[in-house]
């Protein structure tokens, strides 16, 4: 079935880069999202990249794509300390609605 | 900016109660979906609306869980007989069709729901 796995935990200092990997198993996804969850607050979309791109550039934001591999990464720039938040990647096929989530990466900016 | 809200932030019902969850999507929407994370645990697909009909479900959206689009603007969620496993936040999201072949998902802020 489908799977998107995320690492845990991710703690960087303030002005570095930060880059958040996900890995998913289903070949037909047709496009992945970034999700940002700060505590007590919904999931605000960050970005998206469709899955005949390799990469998304978005101010700060980049989205890296392996289709090969399966592996999705996002790249922060010039990390801050409100960036610190839960980021979840989901995947949404073709023929269906729903996303799947991963387990979601907790990153912690220092200052 | 438009956004998805959600009523109430925090209900406590007591096992075997009915709850209703309430949603009022961004106005120009027409897709439909309820998610629900269990602390710790993965955000997962619940159930998808389109068109006052269900399109897709979830196999833990069993006959305990019903939605509804009462008017034009509320979209609920109904558990029926609440079991102390349904204790998780429930988000709402909704969609347009933009024509490129995504259906970009906005959330709602979600409700956390405690089954005692």
């Known amino acids: 079935g489908e799977d998107v796995e995320q690492s845990l935990f991710l703690s960087v200092r303030e002005g570095d880069s930060s880059v958040i990997n996900c890995t998913y198993t289903d070949s037909s996804s047709t496009y992945l999202y970034w999700y940002k969850q700060e505590p007590g607050a919904g999931l605000q979309l960050l970005t998206y990249?469709?899955?005949?791109?390799d990469m998304k550039q978005d101010q700060r934001l980049t989205v890296l794509l392996n289709k090969k591999d399966k592996h999705l990464s996002l790249r922060i720039a010039d990390t801050q300390t409100g960036d610190s938040a839960i980021y979840f990647c989901?995947?949404?096929?073709?023929?269906?609605?729903?996303?799947?989530f991963g387990t979601g990466t907790r990153l912690k900016v220092l200052a | 900016e438009p956004e998805v809200t959600q009523t109430p932030s925090h209900q406590v019902t007591q096992m075997g109660q009915e709850v209703i969850l309430r949603c009022v999507p961004i106005?120009?929407?027409?897709?439909f979906y309820w998610y629900r994370q269990i602390l710790g645990q993965k955000v997962e697909f619940l159930v998808s609306?389109?068109?006052?009909?269900?399109?897709?479900k979830s196999e833990i959206f069993d006959d305990q869980f019903s939605v509804e689009r009462p008017d034009g603007s509320n979209f609920t969620l109904k558990i029926r007989s609440t079991k102390l496993e349904d204790s998780a936040m429930y988000f709402c999201?909704?969609?347009?069709?933009?024509?490129?072949?995504?259906?970009?998902?906005?959330f709602g802020p979600g409700t956390r729901l405690t089954v005692t």
């Open positions: 106005s120009n929407h027409l897709y």
């Open positions: 989901a995947e949404e096929t073709s023929g269906t609605y729903k996303y799947i």
């Open positions: 990249i469709f899955s005949n791109m």
């Open positions: 999201a909704s969609s347009e069709d933009l024509g490129t072949g995504t259906y970009e998902q906005y």
């Open positions: 609306f389109y068109n006052n009909e269900i399109s897709e």
